[in-house]
């Protein structure tokens, strides 16, 4: 009797925790956007190379499966590239046709990405230098690019629209030209391009905005969420947190907003920020000589460098979550022309103001993992003969700081908000650690659910043979057969 009661106990038992993984396994699968992309540069050593099918199986492997490729460039109004080898007529204006410089081949691309059910978009970049959103000639320009990609690669699946703004960089505050209140310059392109695409798909990359920052935003650069989504199907908002100096908090408030914004017809796929493998590169350059070599003119975006142009600073953040990882030494570089009787005082000061490192020489500092903490640190250089050319390189450990646990807890904090995409910037720079982050997420999610399966098959199947051998099963049968006869 003992025995028997044993065997239900553990059956009983076998049963839950089977269901318990199976159903921990469905959540997050559940909770995972179908669409989730990486933008891919014309320059990728892969995909210059013709490594198409490499390229292709790394993003699939680790859970990606929509690209973003980089395919035009403007120069100027009515002038730019298409990093693409050609295939077929240039059927626009001969005045306004690209110059081609064959970087890739988009036909084989979209071949081998089709063979892994990877969608392809086409990244256009709108509006740059002096390429300005008023300009007509500039947007028949871009129309007639756009006719070009999707009359002569069948398999693309999207336009994706960059650039698509007033003031082509949202980090220049001197940006000359700003829309000052028009939206319908940017609304107005991108519905005459969502009319020319027929049925692919049409994204656009846009300027993140809370709810606070959105009024602001709107004025400057003329993108209205709500008007620009009735002729999107995906609008995305690049929410570098990084590059902003924000928390994956404001990521979530910043996506919150957005998707409170557009139209029901439009989803949102929040461009998540991995290109930051905590590697930052200064580089300082004697100007030129001319009439007018003011000391702002040493560098044009160089906060720290003071006005007698002997003291330079570069702050850089070490993030919270480089606590968690045990490889996280940081190594600064500085060099400068050895040529110059230049004297450079190097001074490397923690968040505490304590300085850990000081020296006088070229080469490489090391702050050992022991001595990293998070916050604000700062270079600074004291800096007599300014040599013509000075460089800084800043490099974090091997994991790539903030790497994994960065990406994974604003990925996840994302998901757990239902978001339908997720895109990342961008592939040649996401650090091994970001990689991890992104493989467990997108693909180990599903590993853990097929293993939630087969784990609940084995039991399933034990379970039966067992109540076989024991008679339980010919017993149920008999007394469930008296009870329908009574």
């Known amino acids: 009797m003992r025995t028997k009661r044993t065997w239900k106990v553990i059956v009983v038992i076998s049963f839950l925790v089977s269901f318990t993984v199976l159903n921990q396994t469905q959540a997050k699968e559940y909770s995972r956007p179908d669409f989730v992309g990486m933008y891919v540069h014309s320059d990728n050593d892969l995909l210059t190379q013709g490594k198409y099918e490499q390229l292709v199986s790394q993003l699939k492997n680790n859970g990606i499966n929509v690209i973003f490729v980089e395919a035009y460039h403007p120069e100027s109004v009515g002038n730019g590239q298409l ?104 609304t107005g392109f991108v519905e005459s391009v969502k009319e020319r695409i027929g049925d692919r798909f049409l994204s656009a990359a846009v300027i993140p905005a809370s709810e606070m920052e959105y009024p602001s935003m709107r004025h400057k650069y003329g993108q209205d969420y709500k008007k620009m989504s009735e002729h999107l199907d995906y609008i995305c908002p690049m929410v570098y947190h990084i590059s902003f100096g924000h928390d994956a908090g404001w990521v979530s408030n910043v996506t919150e907003f957005v998707e409170a914004e557009v139209s029901e017809s439009c989803r949102v796929v929040p461009i998540v920020q991995t290109y930051f493998d905590f590697k930052i590169s200064e580089e ?43 490889d996280r030494e940081i190594d600064v570089d500085v060099s400068w022309d050895s040529e110059t009787k230049a004297s450079v005082n190097v001074s490397i000061v923690n968040p505490e103001n304590k300085t850990v490192l000081c020296g006088n020489h070229t080469g490489t500092y090391y702050i050992p993992a022991s001595e990293v903490i998070p916050g604000p ?84 199947i034990t379970a039966v043979v067992i109540l076989m051998k024991k008679g339980w099963i010919r017993e149920i049968y008999l007394r469930a057969k008296r009870t329908v006869m009574k």
Not at 167 to 181: C, V, Y
């Open 83 to 186: 990093w693409i080898q050609r295939k077929g007529e240039w059927e626009g204006d001969p005045s306004l046709k690209p110059e081609f410089k064959n970087r890739y081949d988009m036909e084989m691309l979209l071949d081998v990405a089709s063979e892994h059910d990877v969608l392809v978009f086409s990244t256009v970049i709108c509006f740059r230098y002096t390429a300005v959103p008023t300009s007509e000639v500039q947007k028949t320009h871009l129309r007639q690019v756009v006719d070009y990609l999707t009359s002569n690669f069948q398999n693309l699946a999207g336009i994706n629209l960059d650039y698509i703004r007033f003031g082509a960089s949202w980090f220049d505050p001197a940006q000359p030209i700003l829309a000052d209140g028009n939206t319908d310059t940017i």
């Open 377 to 460: 640190w700062v270079i600074r250089l004291d800096i007599e003969n300014m040599p013509d050319k000075l460089k800084i390189d800043i490099k974090g450990g091997s994991l790539g700081l903030p790497g994994y646990y960065e990406t994974k807890n604003l990925v996840l904090s994302l998901m757990g908000k239902n978001v339908d995409g997720i895109a990342f910037f961008v592939f040649h720079a996401t650090s091994s650690g970001e990689w991890s982050a992104i493989h467990e997420i997108f693909v180990g999610s599903t590993d853990a659910f097929w293993i939630g399966v087969t784990i609940l098959c084995i039991l399933t």
């Open 284 to 326: 300082l350059k004697r100007p030129s000589p001319g009439p007018d070599i003011s000391p702002r003119s040493y560098t044009s975006h160089y906060e720290g460098m003071s006005s007698s142009n002997t003291e330079f600073e570069k702050s850089f953040e070490v993030p919270s979550s480089a606590e968690h990882v045990q």
